[in-house]
């Protein structure tokens, strides 16, 4: 005893450090404890019995479509955000579904406007497109988006009338929208929809390509592992164990290898060994797989990234990069807490902004996914997303919001020039400094009415 009061006395500034390293580890298992019991309990989504009936719904309806309107036969139809990688929050009621279409044409950039590009169609094709493109052949947005939602509203009334069973139990299926970047569908399933609220899907009309968009991209797109910059290079470290080896002094004796002992950590790292997210392996297959799209803008969203000086907005197109999104959500490493966190953000905002409010801008889930994703990139080392690490993460993620609200800038994962904080200031800040300060009892305070939980809204900025 004597002897530990001495050390104390003569290292107070040890012993307090010791202090507060042990407080804060208390700190953070307790709110490890508290963000695991908010996701099992009030986070996590539990799909409804009809999600999947109403997705074979929808495909039947495209089918009709295709068989009707020959040029909107799709070359594929693709489920992607939250559903297709099981990140949804609270409920799985809603899903976004991709009609893919190869047209043929020529993408131009538009750098005043980032995010966006006119498309001209082929004349080989215009043909086909002549109600909706311009005289020069351009594909005009909203013309197509316009003339798709009519023929599916056709196929839903067809299925009604003709294949009435194909409805199962549908008691009512509701069309919404059109000028923007998603037609709505809205299904109604009698008294379960009395307790979860109606079935939605968002189905997206889009142009895919091969490749990456021809516009600025951010850097990690276009990383290769050669191109990882350091030094000394690997070619070095490979000739120092293999030719040059090294010595013991006075008297230099020779040797092969590394010595026996500790060595900076640069010394051991292979080009293989070079932490980054996502991985080589992804973007490859973002590159020569996955693609991109062109979806119509979304006339809702705040467009204040367009320029003023645009020659037509009614010619833009708007980058869509959600099924490269899907594709890194769904390579997440199993046993990491990528998609646990991002589920706990959109389920915290959910309850923050419910279905049915308006703030003015409004925080999406989008944003939230974009957090996620800059904090994975700026954290590629697995170590740092094991469970024990729910907290640090959780916190982190909170700060970097924070920041970006305050100061109106949150860069697009995939384009650094678009800005989805621009256009106005967001009241929330507060909230999320109260997050942050009291963590615990902010998530013991959100509770949940199961029949009035809010639905998953991706974004209103789908990209």
Partial sequence: MKSMLEG?????????????????CQKQLRLNAALEKFYLEKAFGHQIDEYTEFKHYIENALQEVAKKYP???????????????????????????LFIFN???VITDQPDSPGFARFQVDPSVREDWEDCINNEGYLEPRRISSEFKKCFEWAVSNIKLKHPNDLLDLTDI????????????????????????????????????????????ALWLNEKSSQIWRWPTFDTLKNIPNIIGFGLMVLLIGFERFPPAVLAPWFKKSSSQIKRWPTFDTVEKIRNTIGFGLVAKNVNADDSCISETAADVNLLWRYSVSRAETCILGHCQDGLIHKKLLIILKAVKMFEIPEGSNPTPPLTSYHMKTILLHEAHDFPDPNNWKEEKLAERYESALKRLLKSIEENHLPHFFFPNVNLFQGGQYSIACKIKEMIDNPIDYLE?????????????????LF
């Fill in 8 to 24: 104390i006395i003569e290292r107070p500034h040890e012993h307090l450090q010791n202090l507060m390293t042990e407080v804060e």
């Fill in 71 to 97: 040029r909107f036969r799709s070359s594929k139809v693709e489920l992607v955000g939250s559903s297709a990688t099981d990140v949804f929050a609270l409920l799985k009621k809603e899903m976004d579904l």
């Fill in 103 to 105: 047209i043929k044409g």
């Fill in 174 to 217: 509701e069309v919404r929208g059109g000028d923007s970047v998603a037609i709505t569908i809205v299904g109604e399933y009698g008294q379960s929809s009395e307790i979860f609220g109606k079935v939605q899907c968002d189905l997206v009309f889009l142009i895919g390509f091969e490749g990456l968009p021809p516009t600025k991209l």
């Fill in 445 to 461: 305070m959100l509770t949940v009415d199961i029949g009035r939980r809010p639905l998953d809204i991706e974004s209103s900025i």
